[in-house]
Nanobody
Framework: QVRLVESGGGLVQTGGSLRLSCTASGRLYNTNAFGWFRQAPGKEREFVVAVNGPGTPTYGNSVKGRFTVSRDNAKNTLYLQMNSLKPADTGVYYC???????????????WGQGTQVTVSS
């Protein structure tokens, strides 16, 4: 079993920045990919970014150039630096882990509880 705990969400004005963290624990040896997804009220879960080991991350089109993912392997922590935030970025952000690399949420076996990000106009 893999446990994921997100933190770092909050309220920020348009143009501001936030950094989300996702700390993983448990049986990580079988986990090859991590991703961030987000879900706004009344909308489907949306892909944000996925990273597979040392490979180049894949970003969703709506966040390219503004969001950056990084990881600290010693701390088993994944970060999402979000800059130039817009009201459209508002939602619950989820960290997810999978045995295979994917940009599709249904392919991820493990999920955190989510952290709320609200961008005011």
């Amino acid at each position: 079993q893999v446990r994921l705990v997100e933190s770092g969400g909050g309220l920020v004005q348009t143009g501001g920045s936030l950094r989300l963290s996702c700390t993983a624990s448990g049986r990580l040896y079988n986990t090859n990919a991590f991703g961030w997804f987000r879900q706004a009220p009344g909308k489907e879960r949306e892909f944000v970014v996925a990273v597979n080991g040392p490979g180049t991350p894949t970003y969703g089109n709506s966040v390219k150039g503004r969001f950056t993912v990084s990881r600290d392997n010693a701390k088993n922590t994944l970060y999402l630096q979000m800059n130039s935030l817009k009201p459209a970025d508002t939602g619950v952000y989820y960290c997810a882990a999978s045995t295979v690399f994917s940009t599709i949420s249904k392919n991820y076996e493990y999920w955190g509880q989510g952290t709320q990000v609200t961008v005011s106009s």
